[in-house]
């Protein structure tokens, strides 16, 4: 069974903090993207990653960075968090061949205080 | 670019009622057109996808798209929902074929009452 694995469920980090999503996956996938997800908004993309090493910006890249070291892992940086980067991330990979969906993980809901 | 609107945030029926949830897209090449499903409290799954053939697609509980081209839209539909179908239902369309340029709806709430 695919697995894409967000390292927590939750978390409350204060405003300033540098703060660090973990993401990994076992279906030796070359892409790898960061979601955010607001009410009425729908899912916005941050980040993709299409290679170690290689990172494209998305729709909303202010204030975020990323990392892929191991094809497996894509990490989300939030560098100093602020309250408006309060929100559900997911996390979701795919295989580069045509024709194949997108599988995510179950999600980080981060609230920054 | 492409874009995906999904035009009912919301939408309440009751048990054993059927439904349809609103997906037009708007681009100027040809696209792929999934719907996932969100559980609460959980990731997103893909329901149902239509990448070419029939333009008719079905998923494995009872759900169906239909991809109308003059109309670009995809809307889905099930005749009969159970109280299990409440969940948030996003449209998403790829250009090119590959997730990789993935664009999402806003999402529709399905609340299924008893």
């Known amino acids: 069974d695919v697995k894409v694995t967000q390292s927590s469920r939750y978390l409350v980090k204060r405003t300033g903090e540098k703060v660090f999503l973990e993401c990994v996956q076992d279906m030796d996938h070359e892409n790898m993207f960061w979601y955010r997800q607001d009410p009425g908004l729908g899912l916005r993309l941050i980040y993709f990653s299409y290679d170690v090493k290689m990172k494209e910006k998305g729709d909303i890249p202010e204030g975020y960075s990323v990392s892929r070291e191991k094809k497996e892992r894509f990490s989300l940086i939030l560098e100093s968090a602020s309250t408006n980067q309060t929100s559900m991330y997911l996390c979701a990979s795919s295989s580069q061949a045509l024709n194949t969906e997108a599988f995510f993980g179950q999600g980080t809901r981060l609230t920054v205080v | 670019a492409q874009s995906v609107t999904q035009l009912d945030s919301q939408v309440p029926v009751f048990e054993e009622a059927p439904v349809e949830l609103r997906c037009n897209y708007s681009?100027?090449?040809?696209?792929?057109l999934f719907w996932y499903v969100q559980y609460p409290n959980q990731g997103l799954q893909l329901l149902l996808k239509y990448l070419s053939g029939s333009t008719l697609v079905e998923s494995i509980n009872g759900f169906e798209a239909e991809f109308n081209k003059s109309q670009t839209s995809f809307h889905l539909r099930k005749p009969s929902v159970h109280i299990s179908d409440t969940a948030e239902y996003f449209c998403?369309?790829?250009?090119?074929?590959?997730?990789?340029?993935?664009?999402f709806g806003s999402g529709t709430q399905l609340t299924v009452l008893p």
């Open positions: 998403a369309v790829s250009v090119g074929g590959s997730a990789r340029q993935l664009t």
């Open positions: 681009s100027s090449v040809s696209v792929y």
